[in-house]
Protein backbone atom coordinates (compact mmCIF):
# COMPACT_ATOMS: atom_id res chain seq x y z
CA UNK A 1 0.00 0.00 0.00
CA UNK A 2 2.89 2.37 0.97
CA UNK A 3 4.24 1.44 -2.70
CA UNK A 4 1.11 2.47 -4.46
CA UNK A 5 1.02 5.77 -2.79
CA UNK A 6 4.46 6.11 -3.64
CA UNK A 7 4.11 5.17 -7.17
CA UNK A 8 1.18 7.28 -7.43
CA UNK A 9 3.21 10.06 -6.12
CA UNK A 10 5.97 9.78 -8.42
CA UNK A 11 3.56 9.37 -11.11
CA UNK A 12 1.93 13.50 -10.23
CA UNK A 13 5.25 14.60 -9.82
CA UNK A 14 5.91 13.38 -13.26
CA UNK A 15 2.95 14.88 -14.79
CA UNK A 16 4.29 18.00 -13.27
CA UNK A 17 7.68 18.07 -14.80
CA UNK A 18 6.28 17.37 -18.28
CA UNK A 19 4.75 20.95 -17.70
CA UNK A 20 7.57 22.70 -16.15
CA UNK A 21 5.03 22.89 -13.28
CA UNK A 22 6.13 24.25 -9.22
CA UNK A 23 5.08 23.23 -6.15
CA UNK A 24 4.57 25.96 -3.61
CA UNK A 25 7.96 27.19 -1.88
CA UNK A 26 10.02 24.48 -4.29
CA UNK A 27 12.02 26.27 -7.71
CA UNK A 28 11.12 24.11 -10.44
CA UNK A 29 14.48 21.90 -10.42
CA UNK A 30 13.36 21.33 -6.85
CA UNK A 31 10.26 19.20 -8.56
CA UNK A 32 12.45 17.06 -11.15
CA UNK A 33 14.87 16.22 -7.94
CA UNK A 34 11.84 14.84 -5.80
CA UNK A 35 10.46 12.72 -8.81
CA UNK A 36 13.89 11.72 -9.47
CA UNK A 37 14.45 10.73 -5.43
CA UNK A 38 11.34 9.55 -5.06
CA UNK A 39 11.11 7.02 -7.71
CA UNK A 40 14.64 5.35 -7.25
CA UNK A 41 12.90 5.19 -3.15
CA UNK A 42 9.97 3.41 -4.84
CA UNK A 43 12.44 1.37 -6.29
CA UNK A 44 13.62 0.18 -3.49
CA UNK A 45 10.28 -0.73 -1.75
CA UNK A 46 9.11 -2.61 -5.02
CA UNK A 47 12.53 -4.67 -4.60
CA UNK A 48 11.97 -5.39 -1.08
CA UNK A 49 8.17 -5.98 -2.30
CA UNK A 50 9.02 -8.86 -4.63
CA UNK A 51 11.87 -10.07 -2.35
CA UNK A 52 9.16 -10.45 0.30
CA UNK A 53 6.34 -12.12 -1.92
CA UNK A 54 9.15 -14.52 -2.89
CA UNK A 55 11.15 -15.50 0.04
CA UNK A 56 7.61 -15.45 2.13
CA UNK A 57 6.49 -18.70 2.94
CA UNK A 58 2.74 -18.43 2.97
CA UNK A 59 2.60 -19.20 -1.06
CA UNK A 60 4.89 -20.47 -2.75
CA UNK A 61 6.09 -18.03 -5.71
CA UNK A 62 9.33 -18.86 -7.81
CA UNK A 63 11.74 -15.47 -8.04
CA UNK A 64 11.16 -16.12 -12.23
CA UNK A 65 7.62 -15.22 -11.64
CA UNK A 66 8.43 -11.46 -10.45
CA UNK A 67 9.99 -11.12 -13.90
CA UNK A 68 7.84 -12.96 -16.26
CA UNK A 69 4.58 -12.82 -16.62
CA UNK A 70 1.47 -15.54 -15.99
CA UNK A 71 4.32 -17.83 -14.44
CA UNK A 72 3.01 -18.68 -10.85
CA UNK A 73 0.50 -20.76 -10.17
CA UNK A 74 -0.48 -18.77 -7.23
CA UNK A 75 -2.82 -15.45 -8.56
CA UNK A 76 -1.66 -16.36 -11.74
CA UNK A 77 -3.09 -13.41 -13.67
CA UNK A 78 -2.81 -10.60 -11.02
CA UNK A 79 0.73 -11.51 -10.17
CA UNK A 80 1.67 -11.51 -13.79
CA UNK A 81 0.18 -8.16 -14.06
CA UNK A 82 2.62 -6.94 -10.99
CA UNK A 83 5.42 -8.89 -13.44
CA UNK A 84 4.59 -6.77 -16.24
CA UNK A 85 4.75 -3.42 -13.98
CA UNK A 86 7.91 -4.45 -12.80
CA UNK A 87 8.94 -4.73 -16.20
CA UNK A 88 8.25 -2.02 -17.26
CA UNK A 89 9.30 0.34 -14.65
CA UNK A 90 13.10 -1.54 -14.45
CA UNK A 91 13.20 -0.53 -18.03
CA UNK A 92 11.70 3.70 -17.38
CA UNK A 93 14.84 3.46 -14.15
CA UNK A 94 17.21 1.98 -16.18
CA UNK A 95 16.88 4.21 -19.03
CA UNK A 96 16.51 7.35 -17.25
CA UNK A 97 20.06 6.24 -15.09
CA UNK A 98 21.62 5.95 -18.78
CA UNK A 99 19.98 9.13 -20.54
CA UNK A 100 23.21 10.95 -20.82
CA UNK A 101 24.02 8.09 -23.07
CA UNK A 102 20.89 8.02 -24.84
CA UNK A 103 19.09 9.99 -27.29
CA UNK A 104 15.85 12.58 -25.87
CA UNK A 105 13.89 10.40 -28.23
CA UNK A 106 14.87 7.23 -27.02
CA UNK A 107 14.83 8.29 -23.23
CA UNK A 108 11.00 9.63 -23.97
CA UNK A 109 10.12 6.89 -25.70
CA UNK A 110 10.85 4.15 -22.65
CA UNK A 111 9.65 6.65 -19.77
CA UNK A 112 6.51 7.06 -21.14
CA UNK A 113 5.78 3.52 -20.19
CA UNK A 114 5.13 4.26 -16.66
CA UNK A 115 1.86 5.64 -17.92
CA UNK A 116 1.13 1.61 -18.51
CA UNK A 117 3.41 0.78 -15.32
CA UNK A 118 1.13 2.70 -13.12
CA UNK A 119 -2.09 1.34 -13.88
CA UNK A 120 -1.17 -2.16 -14.11
CA UNK A 121 0.39 -1.59 -10.99
CA UNK A 122 -2.98 -0.55 -9.56
CA UNK A 123 -4.59 -3.37 -11.19
CA UNK A 124 -2.27 -5.82 -9.84
CA UNK A 125 -1.94 -5.15 -5.87
CA UNK A 126 -6.26 -4.33 -6.12
CA UNK A 127 -6.62 -7.76 -7.39
CA UNK A 128 -4.07 -9.84 -5.84
CA UNK A 129 -4.88 -8.35 -2.48
CA UNK A 130 -8.38 -9.20 -0.85
CA UNK A 131 -7.32 -6.40 1.92
CA UNK A 132 -7.87 -3.23 -0.63
CA UNK A 133 -11.37 -4.10 -1.69
CA UNK A 134 -12.60 -2.64 1.36
CA UNK A 135 -11.90 -0.53 4.57
CA UNK A 136 -9.97 2.21 4.25
CA UNK A 137 -7.33 0.73 2.33
CA UNK A 138 -10.11 0.76 -0.23
CA UNK A 139 -10.63 4.47 -0.10
CA UNK A 140 -7.20 4.93 -0.15
CA UNK A 141 -6.40 2.94 -3.21
CA UNK A 142 -9.77 4.98 -5.43
CA UNK A 143 -8.36 7.86 -4.04
CA UNK A 144 -4.62 6.81 -6.07
CA UNK A 145 -6.60 5.80 -8.92
CA UNK A 146 -8.77 9.47 -8.91
CA UNK A 147 -5.77 11.40 -8.10
CA UNK A 148 -3.77 9.64 -11.17
CA UNK A 149 -6.69 10.02 -13.40
CA UNK A 150 -7.11 13.96 -12.29
CA UNK A 151 -3.39 14.30 -13.04
CA UNK A 152 -3.24 13.10 -16.67
CA UNK A 153 -6.62 15.13 -17.82
CA UNK A 154 -4.94 18.31 -16.21
CA UNK A 155 -1.66 17.55 -18.50
CA UNK A 156 -3.61 17.21 -21.18
CA UNK A 157 -5.83 20.33 -20.62
CA UNK A 158 -2.44 22.37 -19.46
CA UNK A 159 -1.11 21.47 -23.02
CA UNK A 160 -4.16 22.43 -25.35
CA UNK A 161 -4.13 25.57 -23.15
CA UNK A 162 -0.33 26.40 -25.02
CA UNK A 163 0.36 29.12 -26.82
CA UNK A 164 1.97 27.55 -30.46
CA UNK A 165 5.50 28.81 -30.30
CA UNK A 166 4.87 31.45 -33.30
CA UNK A 167 2.01 33.31 -31.32
CA UNK A 168 4.05 33.72 -27.88
CA UNK A 169 6.05 36.73 -28.35
CA UNK A 170 2.81 38.80 -30.29
CA UNK A 171 1.21 37.72 -27.24
CA UNK A 172 3.65 39.04 -24.36
CA UNK A 173 4.39 41.81 -26.52
CA UNK A 174 0.44 43.23 -26.64
CA UNK A 175 0.76 42.28 -22.74
CA UNK A 176 3.51 44.69 -22.28
CA UNK A 177 2.47 47.67 -24.25
CA UNK A 178 -1.08 47.58 -22.91
CA UNK A 179 0.52 47.87 -19.41
CA UNK A 180 2.96 50.68 -20.42
CA UNK A 181 -0.23 52.32 -22.06
CA UNK A 182 -1.99 52.10 -18.82
CA UNK A 183 0.62 53.92 -16.69
CA UNK A 184 1.13 56.58 -19.67
CA UNK A 185 -2.40 57.08 -19.00
CA UNK A 186 -2.52 57.14 -15.53
CA UNK A 187 0.48 59.77 -15.62
CA UNK A 188 -1.38 61.86 -18.19
CA UNK A 189 -3.95 62.11 -15.94
CA UNK A 190 -1.86 62.89 -12.88
CA UNK A 191 0.11 65.52 -14.66
CA UNK A 192 -3.58 66.72 -15.85
CA UNK A 193 -4.80 66.48 -12.07
CA UNK A 194 -1.44 69.15 -10.97
CA UNK B 1 40.19 33.21 -75.24
CA UNK B 2 39.96 36.43 -73.29
CA UNK B 3 42.55 37.98 -71.25
CA UNK B 4 42.49 38.59 -67.49
CA UNK B 5 43.85 41.71 -66.87
CA UNK B 6 46.55 41.36 -63.78
CA UNK B 7 44.94 43.58 -60.87
CA UNK B 8 47.53 45.51 -58.60
CA UNK B 9 48.04 43.69 -55.13
CA UNK B 10 45.87 46.41 -53.16
CA UNK B 11 43.48 47.19 -56.21
CA UNK B 12 39.59 47.83 -54.46
CA UNK B 13 37.04 46.87 -55.09
CA UNK B 14 38.00 43.07 -55.34
CA UNK B 15 34.50 41.52 -55.13
CA UNK B 16 32.06 44.14 -56.65
CA UNK B 17 32.50 45.61 -60.52
CA UNK B 18 34.85 48.11 -60.61
CA UNK B 19 33.45 51.92 -60.52
CA UNK B 20 34.40 52.70 -64.08
CA UNK B 21 31.96 49.57 -64.74
CA UNK B 22 29.08 51.19 -62.72
CA UNK B 23 27.08 48.74 -61.00
CA UNK B 24 26.97 46.43 -64.20
CA UNK B 25 26.05 42.43 -63.08
CA UNK B 26 28.80 40.26 -63.93
CA UNK B 27 27.20 37.65 -65.91
CA UNK B 28 29.41 34.57 -66.77
CA UNK B 29 31.19 36.07 -69.42
CA UNK B 30 31.80 39.31 -67.97
CA UNK B 31 32.90 37.04 -64.75
CA UNK B 32 35.69 34.62 -66.52
CA UNK B 33 36.99 37.73 -68.31
CA UNK B 34 38.06 39.79 -65.06
CA UNK B 35 38.82 36.85 -62.89
CA UNK B 36 39.90 33.52 -64.66
CA UNK B 37 39.29 30.12 -65.10
CA UNK B 38 38.09 28.48 -61.65
CA UNK B 39 41.25 26.83 -60.46
CA UNK B 40 40.37 23.47 -58.97
CA UNK B 41 42.74 22.11 -57.29
CA UNK B 42 41.97 18.15 -57.91
CA UNK B 43 43.19 17.52 -54.61
CA UNK B 44 40.78 17.39 -51.36
CA UNK B 45 42.13 19.94 -48.10
CA UNK B 46 44.86 21.57 -50.26
CA UNK B 47 42.59 24.71 -50.43
CA UNK B 48 43.01 24.45 -46.51
CA UNK B 49 46.34 25.48 -46.28
CA UNK B 50 46.08 28.43 -48.47
CA UNK B 51 43.10 29.52 -46.87
CA UNK B 52 44.92 29.55 -43.41
CA UNK B 53 48.11 31.54 -44.63
CA UNK B 54 45.76 33.92 -45.96
CA UNK B 55 44.02 34.75 -42.60
CA UNK B 56 40.40 34.94 -43.91
CA UNK B 57 37.71 35.14 -41.38
CA UNK B 58 34.06 34.69 -41.80
CA UNK B 59 32.54 37.95 -43.15
CA UNK B 60 29.17 36.89 -41.77
CA UNK B 61 30.01 38.87 -38.64
CA UNK B 62 31.08 36.20 -36.28
CA UNK B 63 35.17 36.53 -38.39
CA UNK B 64 35.45 33.01 -37.20
CA UNK B 65 38.75 31.56 -39.38
CA UNK B 66 37.54 30.24 -42.00
CA UNK B 67 40.06 27.20 -42.42
CA UNK B 68 39.23 25.87 -38.91
CA UNK B 69 35.30 25.60 -39.82
CA UNK B 70 36.48 23.92 -43.18
CA UNK B 71 39.36 21.42 -41.42
CA UNK B 72 36.53 20.77 -38.58
CA UNK B 73 34.25 19.59 -41.31
CA UNK B 74 36.81 17.77 -43.56
CA UNK B 75 38.20 15.89 -40.27
CA UNK B 76 34.36 14.94 -39.24
CA UNK B 77 33.32 13.44 -42.82
CA UNK B 78 36.80 11.46 -42.78
CA UNK B 79 35.72 10.40 -39.31
CA UNK B 80 32.42 9.35 -40.02
CA UNK B 81 32.88 8.26 -43.34
CA UNK B 82 29.99 10.61 -44.41
CA UNK B 83 30.02 13.32 -47.59
CA UNK B 84 30.02 16.67 -46.45
CA UNK B 85 27.43 19.15 -47.47
CA UNK B 86 28.46 22.94 -48.29
CA UNK B 87 25.97 26.26 -47.48
CA UNK B 88 27.06 29.33 -48.81
CA UNK B 89 25.06 31.65 -46.37
CA UNK B 90 23.03 34.71 -48.28
CA UNK B 91 20.11 34.84 -45.73
CA UNK B 92 21.06 38.55 -44.53
CA UNK B 93 18.37 39.36 -42.07
CA UNK B 94 19.96 42.26 -40.83
CA UNK B 95 17.61 45.16 -42.21
CA UNK B 96 20.07 47.69 -41.65
CA UNK B 97 22.66 45.32 -44.07
CA UNK B 98 22.83 45.10 -47.87
CA UNK B 99 25.67 43.87 -48.39
CA UNK B 100 24.67 39.97 -49.39
CA UNK B 101 22.12 40.91 -51.43
CA UNK B 102 24.17 43.31 -53.54
CA UNK B 103 27.31 41.07 -53.73
CA UNK B 104 25.05 38.25 -54.94
CA UNK B 105 23.19 40.55 -57.22
CA UNK B 106 26.27 42.18 -58.70
CA UNK B 107 29.23 38.98 -58.37
CA UNK B 108 27.30 35.91 -58.15
CA UNK B 109 29.47 34.16 -60.08
CA UNK B 110 32.25 34.59 -57.30
CA UNK B 111 29.91 33.69 -54.50
CA UNK B 112 29.26 30.17 -56.73
CA UNK B 113 32.55 29.53 -57.69
CA UNK B 114 33.77 29.65 -53.64
CA UNK B 115 31.03 27.20 -53.22
CA UNK B 116 32.67 24.61 -55.92
CA UNK B 117 35.81 25.00 -54.12
CA UNK B 118 35.00 24.44 -50.61
CA UNK B 119 32.69 21.63 -51.86
CA UNK B 120 36.23 20.52 -53.35
CA UNK B 121 37.64 20.94 -50.45
CA UNK B 122 36.17 19.03 -48.01
CA UNK B 123 34.85 16.36 -50.70
CA UNK B 124 31.00 17.66 -50.38
CA UNK B 125 28.38 15.81 -52.65
CA UNK B 126 25.70 18.22 -51.68
CA UNK B 127 25.97 22.59 -52.11
CA UNK B 128 23.26 24.85 -51.19
CA UNK B 129 23.09 28.56 -51.65
CA UNK B 130 20.65 29.81 -48.91
CA UNK B 131 19.34 33.66 -49.47
CA UNK B 132 16.77 35.48 -49.73
CA UNK B 133 14.77 35.77 -52.91
CA UNK B 134 13.82 39.36 -53.27
CA UNK B 135 14.50 41.66 -50.61
CA UNK B 136 16.09 44.70 -53.17
CA UNK B 137 16.47 43.20 -56.16
CA UNK B 138 15.24 39.92 -57.93
CA UNK B 139 18.09 38.27 -56.43
CA UNK B 140 16.53 34.94 -56.97
CA UNK B 141 15.75 35.05 -60.45
CA UNK B 142 19.14 36.49 -60.96
CA UNK B 143 20.64 33.24 -59.43
CA UNK B 144 18.60 30.62 -61.31
CA UNK B 145 20.23 32.42 -64.13
CA UNK B 146 23.75 32.59 -62.90
CA UNK B 147 23.03 28.56 -62.43
CA UNK B 148 21.84 27.89 -65.46
CA UNK B 149 24.37 29.81 -67.32
CA UNK B 150 27.47 27.59 -65.22
CA UNK B 151 25.38 24.65 -66.22
CA UNK B 152 25.55 25.21 -69.95
CA UNK B 153 29.08 25.64 -69.20
CA UNK B 154 29.75 22.20 -67.54
CA UNK B 155 31.62 24.37 -65.07
CA UNK B 156 30.30 22.96 -61.43
CA UNK B 157 31.17 19.48 -60.43
CA UNK B 158 28.66 19.60 -57.34
CA UNK B 159 25.39 20.51 -58.29
CA UNK B 160 24.31 23.92 -56.47
CA UNK B 161 20.54 24.04 -55.13
CA UNK B 162 18.95 27.13 -54.47
CA UNK B 163 17.02 27.89 -51.36
CA UNK B 164 14.79 30.79 -50.45
CA UNK B 165 15.16 31.78 -46.40
CA UNK B 166 11.79 33.33 -44.59
CA UNK B 167 12.08 37.01 -43.98
CA UNK B 168 12.80 36.67 -40.41
CA UNK B 169 15.85 38.11 -38.25
CA UNK B 170 16.87 34.76 -37.04
CA UNK B 171 17.03 32.81 -40.50
CA UNK B 172 20.44 33.08 -41.48
CA UNK B 173 21.66 31.71 -38.23
CA UNK B 174 23.76 28.72 -38.51
CA UNK B 175 21.28 26.35 -36.69
CA UNK B 176 17.93 28.07 -37.71
CA UNK B 177 18.93 28.13 -41.68
CA UNK B 178 19.87 24.11 -40.88
CA UNK B 179 16.12 23.86 -39.48
CA UNK B 180 14.76 25.62 -42.50
CA UNK B 181 16.45 23.49 -44.97
CA UNK B 182 15.23 20.01 -43.24
CA UNK B 183 11.83 21.37 -43.78
CA UNK B 184 11.62 22.52 -39.94
CA UNK B 185 10.52 25.93 -38.63
CA UNK B 186 13.48 28.44 -39.26
CA UNK B 187 14.39 28.60 -35.34
CA UNK B 188 17.99 27.81 -33.43
CA UNK B 189 18.38 24.82 -31.72
CA UNK B 190 20.88 24.16 -28.78
CA UNK B 191 24.95 23.33 -29.76
CA UNK B 192 26.11 20.52 -29.77
CA UNK B 193 26.35 18.80 -31.61
CA UNK B 194 27.63 21.32 -34.13
CA UNK B 195 26.44 21.53 -37.34
CA UNK B 196 30.07 20.71 -38.59
CA UNK B 197 29.56 17.38 -37.02
CA UNK B 198 25.54 16.97 -37.57
CA UNK B 199 24.43 19.69 -39.80
CA UNK B 200 22.08 19.37 -43.18
CA UNK B 201 19.97 15.52 -42.80
CA UNK B 202 22.76 14.74 -40.38
CA UNK B 203 25.99 15.04 -42.42
CA UNK B 204 28.79 17.31 -41.31
CA UNK B 205 27.77 20.66 -43.05
CA UNK B 206 30.23 23.73 -43.96
CA UNK B 207 28.02 26.59 -43.71
CA UNK B 208 30.14 30.07 -44.72
CA UNK B 209 29.01 33.30 -45.53
CA UNK B 210 28.46 34.42 -49.32
CA UNK B 211 30.92 36.91 -49.03
CA UNK B 212 33.40 34.76 -47.71
CA UNK B 213 33.51 32.79 -50.27
CA UNK B 214 33.60 35.15 -52.43
CA UNK B 215 37.18 36.05 -51.20
CA UNK B 216 37.77 32.25 -50.85
CA UNK B 217 37.18 32.18 -54.85
CA UNK B 218 39.79 34.94 -55.02
CA UNK B 219 42.45 33.51 -52.59
CA UNK B 220 42.58 30.43 -54.58
CA UNK B 221 43.02 32.41 -57.99
CA UNK B 222 45.40 34.75 -56.01
CA UNK B 223 47.18 33.39 -53.32
CA UNK B 224 47.56 34.11 -49.76
CA UNK B 225 49.64 36.95 -50.27
CA UNK B 226 47.78 39.13 -52.70
CA UNK B 227 44.79 38.74 -50.45
CA UNK B 228 47.05 39.92 -47.77
CA UNK B 229 47.92 43.25 -49.13
CA UNK B 230 45.38 45.21 -47.29
CA UNK B 231 43.82 45.34 -44.07
CA UNK B 232 45.75 44.36 -41.32
CA UNK B 233 48.29 41.87 -40.03
CA UNK B 234 46.25 40.37 -37.65
CA UNK B 235 42.84 41.09 -39.62
CA UNK B 236 43.96 40.95 -43.55
CA UNK B 237 41.91 41.46 -46.41
CA UNK B 238 38.93 43.55 -47.45
CA UNK B 239 35.38 43.46 -46.48
CA UNK B 240 32.16 44.54 -47.70
CA UNK B 241 30.36 47.16 -45.80
CA UNK B 242 26.86 49.10 -45.94
CA UNK B 243 26.69 53.05 -45.06
CA UNK B 244 24.26 54.77 -44.00
CA UNK B 245 24.52 58.57 -43.60
CA UNK B 246 21.19 59.90 -44.86
CA UNK B 247 17.00 58.60 -45.62
CA UNK B 248 16.82 56.45 -48.64
CA UNK B 249 19.70 53.57 -49.86
CA UNK B 250 22.76 52.78 -48.17
CA UNK B 251 25.69 52.52 -49.64
CA UNK B 252 27.72 49.43 -50.58
CA UNK B 253 31.13 49.79 -50.73
CA UNK B 254 34.90 47.39 -50.51
CA UNK B 255 37.10 48.34 -47.97
CA UNK B 256 40.20 47.47 -46.43
CA UNK B 257 40.32 46.13 -42.58
CA UNK B 258 41.74 48.77 -40.52
CA UNK B 259 39.87 51.77 -42.63
CA UNK B 260 39.80 54.84 -40.41
CA UNK B 261 36.06 54.89 -39.39
CA UNK B 262 36.04 58.61 -40.24
CA UNK B 263 36.28 58.06 -43.64
CA UNK B 264 32.80 55.90 -43.64
CA UNK B 265 30.99 57.87 -41.32
CA UNK B 266 32.02 60.97 -43.26
CA UNK B 267 31.72 64.77 -40.44
CA UNK B 268 30.54 63.36 -37.40
CA UNK B 269 29.90 65.76 -34.64
CA UNK B 270 31.26 64.52 -31.21
CA UNK B 271 27.87 64.78 -29.75
CA UNK B 272 26.66 62.24 -33.00
CA UNK B 273 26.10 58.99 -32.72
CA UNK B 274 27.04 56.14 -34.67
CA UNK B 275 25.56 52.24 -35.11
CA UNK B 276 28.68 49.97 -35.73
CA UNK B 277 27.06 45.92 -36.52
CA UNK B 278 23.66 46.76 -37.12
CA UNK B 279 20.82 45.54 -34.58
CA UNK B 280 23.35 43.70 -32.37
CA UNK B 281 25.64 45.96 -32.79
CA UNK B 282 26.97 48.85 -30.70
CA UNK B 283 26.04 52.27 -30.58
CA UNK B 284 29.33 54.93 -29.91
CA UNK B 285 29.63 58.49 -29.64
CA UNK B 286 30.86 60.85 -33.04
CA UNK B 287 33.88 61.50 -30.47
CA UNK B 288 34.93 57.64 -30.60
CA UNK B 289 34.37 57.20 -34.23
CA UNK B 290 36.59 60.27 -35.25
CA UNK B 291 39.74 57.98 -33.66
CA UNK B 292 38.55 54.32 -34.35
CA UNK B 293 39.84 52.23 -36.84
CA UNK B 294 37.37 49.38 -38.98
CA UNK B 295 39.10 45.73 -36.90
CA UNK B 296 38.29 44.26 -34.04
CA UNK B 297 41.80 45.16 -32.08
CA UNK B 298 40.80 48.57 -31.65
CA UNK B 299 36.74 48.41 -32.02
CA UNK B 300 36.95 46.03 -28.81
CA UNK B 301 38.22 48.79 -26.86
CA UNK B 302 34.93 50.47 -27.69
CA UNK B 303 33.48 47.76 -26.80
CA UNK B 304 32.31 47.11 -30.40
CA UNK B 305 33.26 45.02 -33.45
CA UNK B 306 33.22 44.73 -37.20
CA UNK B 307 30.60 42.42 -37.67
CA UNK B 308 29.48 42.35 -40.95
CA UNK B 309 30.12 45.79 -41.83
CA UNK B 310 27.26 48.03 -40.89
CA UNK B 311 28.27 51.91 -40.24
CA UNK B 312 25.47 53.85 -39.80
CA UNK B 313 25.76 57.79 -38.89
CA UNK B 314 22.39 59.04 -37.21
CA UNK B 315 21.15 62.42 -38.85
CA UNK B 316 21.62 65.15 -36.60
CA UNK B 317 17.77 65.39 -36.60
CA UNK B 318 17.04 62.12 -35.33
CA UNK B 319 17.00 60.86 -32.21
CA UNK B 320 18.91 57.50 -31.08
CA UNK B 321 16.92 56.71 -28.43
CA UNK B 322 13.65 56.75 -30.97
CA UNK B 323 15.74 55.03 -33.39
CA UNK B 324 16.76 52.19 -31.00
CA UNK B 325 13.33 51.73 -29.51
CA UNK B 326 12.01 51.10 -32.89
CA UNK B 327 14.93 48.39 -33.18
CA UNK B 328 14.11 46.50 -30.43
CA UNK B 329 10.85 46.78 -30.83
CA UNK B 330 11.38 44.55 -33.86
CA UNK B 331 13.89 41.60 -31.98
CA UNK B 332 11.88 41.69 -29.72
CA UNK B 333 8.72 40.66 -31.83
CA UNK B 334 11.49 38.42 -33.98
CA UNK B 335 12.64 36.40 -31.05
CA UNK B 336 11.73 32.96 -31.74
CA UNK B 337 9.97 32.29 -28.54
CA UNK B 338 11.74 29.14 -27.56
CA UNK B 339 13.80 30.17 -24.60
CA UNK B 340 12.47 32.16 -21.62
CA UNK B 341 15.04 34.84 -20.77
CA UNK B 342 14.39 35.94 -24.36
CA UNK B 343 10.55 35.09 -24.50
CA UNK B 344 9.75 37.12 -21.61
CA UNK B 345 12.83 39.83 -21.00
CA UNK B 346 12.97 41.12 -24.27
CA UNK B 347 9.00 42.47 -24.98
CA UNK B 348 9.60 43.88 -21.36
CA UNK B 349 13.21 45.28 -22.59
CA UNK B 350 11.30 46.57 -25.88
CA UNK B 351 8.44 48.32 -23.68
CA UNK B 352 10.94 49.93 -20.94
CA UNK B 353 13.22 51.42 -24.32
CA UNK B 354 9.72 52.83 -25.53
CA UNK B 355 8.96 54.52 -22.36
CA UNK B 356 12.19 56.10 -22.15
CA UNK B 357 12.09 56.69 -25.84
CA UNK B 358 8.35 58.87 -25.17
CA UNK B 359 10.07 60.54 -22.14
CA UNK B 360 7.59 58.63 -20.43
CA UNK B 361 10.54 56.81 -18.19
CA UNK B 362 9.75 56.25 -14.52
CA UNK B 363 13.50 57.12 -12.42
CA UNK B 364 14.45 53.05 -12.08
CA UNK B 365 13.61 52.39 -16.05
CA UNK B 366 17.06 53.05 -16.98
CA UNK B 367 18.33 50.84 -13.56
CA UNK B 368 15.53 47.94 -14.75
CA UNK B 369 17.16 47.73 -18.61
CA UNK B 370 20.66 47.70 -17.24
CA UNK B 371 19.42 44.37 -14.72
CA UNK B 372 17.31 42.87 -17.70
CA UNK B 373 19.82 43.00 -20.11
CA UNK B 374 21.89 41.23 -17.79
CA UNK B 375 19.87 38.69 -17.36
CA UNK B 376 18.88 37.81 -20.96
CA UNK B 377 22.25 37.78 -22.07
CA UNK B 378 24.25 34.27 -22.69
CA UNK B 379 20.89 32.77 -21.56
CA UNK B 380 19.53 31.70 -25.28
CA UNK B 381 20.18 28.92 -27.42
CA UNK B 382 21.20 31.71 -30.00
CA UNK B 383 23.17 34.83 -29.29
CA UNK B 384 19.23 36.67 -29.87
CA UNK B 385 19.12 37.85 -26.28
CA UNK B 386 22.99 38.97 -26.45
CA UNK B 387 22.64 40.82 -29.83
CA UNK B 388 19.63 42.78 -28.36
CA UNK B 389 20.87 43.57 -24.61
CA UNK B 390 24.31 45.02 -26.54
CA UNK B 391 22.57 47.16 -28.20
CA UNK B 392 20.63 48.15 -25.48
CA UNK B 393 23.34 49.35 -23.34
CA UNK B 394 25.43 50.45 -25.80
CA UNK B 395 22.38 53.13 -26.29
CA UNK B 396 22.19 53.80 -22.65
CA UNK B 397 25.73 54.73 -22.75
CA UNK B 398 25.79 56.83 -25.89
CA UNK B 399 22.52 58.41 -25.19
CA UNK B 400 22.82 58.94 -21.94
CA UNK B 401 22.20 62.91 -21.87
CA UNK B 402 19.51 62.42 -24.45
CA UNK B 403 17.34 60.44 -21.93
CA UNK B 404 18.17 62.83 -18.97
CA UNK B 405 16.72 65.67 -21.74
CA UNK B 406 13.71 63.42 -22.52
CA UNK B 407 12.92 63.09 -18.87
CA UNK B 408 12.64 66.66 -18.82
CA UNK B 409 10.32 66.54 -21.76
CA UNK B 410 13.22 67.47 -24.57
CA UNK B 411 14.45 65.98 -27.03
CA UNK B 412 17.48 67.38 -29.22
CA UNK B 413 16.61 65.98 -31.94
CA UNK B 414 13.09 67.32 -32.81
CA UNK B 415 14.00 70.60 -29.99
CA UNK B 416 10.01 71.25 -29.90
CA UNK B 417 10.44 70.14 -26.32
CA UNK B 418 6.52 69.48 -26.98
CA UNK B 419 6.87 66.11 -27.07
CA UNK B 420 9.74 64.17 -27.41
CA UNK B 421 10.28 61.54 -29.24
CA UNK B 422 7.13 62.04 -31.42
CA UNK B 423 8.53 61.02 -34.87
CA UNK B 424 7.82 60.74 -38.24
CA UNK B 425 9.42 57.37 -39.88
CA UNK B 426 11.78 55.72 -38.21
CA UNK B 427 15.11 55.99 -40.34
CA UNK B 428 16.60 52.66 -39.34
CA UNK B 429 15.25 50.62 -41.79
CA UNK B 430 12.36 48.06 -39.90
CA UNK B 431 10.40 45.13 -41.61
CA UNK B 432 6.95 45.04 -41.72
CA UNK B 433 6.57 42.06 -41.70
CA UNK B 434 6.29 40.42 -38.35
CA UNK B 435 5.67 36.28 -37.75
CA UNK B 436 1.76 35.91 -36.60
CA UNK B 437 1.96 31.52 -37.16
CA UNK B 438 3.82 29.11 -37.67
CA UNK B 439 3.86 29.67 -41.40
CA UNK B 440 5.72 32.44 -40.73
CA UNK B 441 9.14 30.95 -40.11
CA UNK B 442 8.87 28.03 -43.08
Not at chain 1, 155 to 181: G, I, Y
Request: net charge positive.
Amino acid sequence: MVLLVLLTLVMLLGLLVTRQGRLPGLPKFAVTGLHRNLSLLAVVFVLIHVLTAVYDGYVRIPLTSAVIPLTSSYERVWLGLGAVAFDLMLAVIATSLLRRHLSRKVWRGVHLLAYVSWPVAWVHSYFSSKDLQHGILFVLALACLLAVVAGVIWRLASAARDVPRAERVNLLMAAVHHRSAAHDRGSRERTAAR
Amino acid sequence: MTTVTEPTMTELPRLLPAAQDGNQVQDLRAHLARYGRLPYRDRMGTLIHDIEAAGLTGRGGAAFPVHRKLAAVYEASDRRRRPPVVIANGAESEPASDKDATLLWLAPHLVLDGLQLVAEAVGADTAILYSHADRSNDVGRRLRNAVAEREAATLDRVPVQLAEAPPRFLAGQETALINHLSGRPSVPRFVPPRVTERGYNGAPTLVQNVETLAHLALIARRGPRWFRAVGTRDEPGSMLATIRRAEGQPRITEVPLGMPLKELTGDVRPDQAVLLGGYHGTWISGQQAATLTLDNATLGSAGARVGAGIVITLPADRCGLVETANAVRYLALESAGQCGPCLNGLPRIAAAFAELARGRAGPQTREDLERWCGLVAGRGACHHPDGTANLVRSALITFAAEADRHARGRCSATNTGANPGASSTPFLPIPRTTARTEDDWT
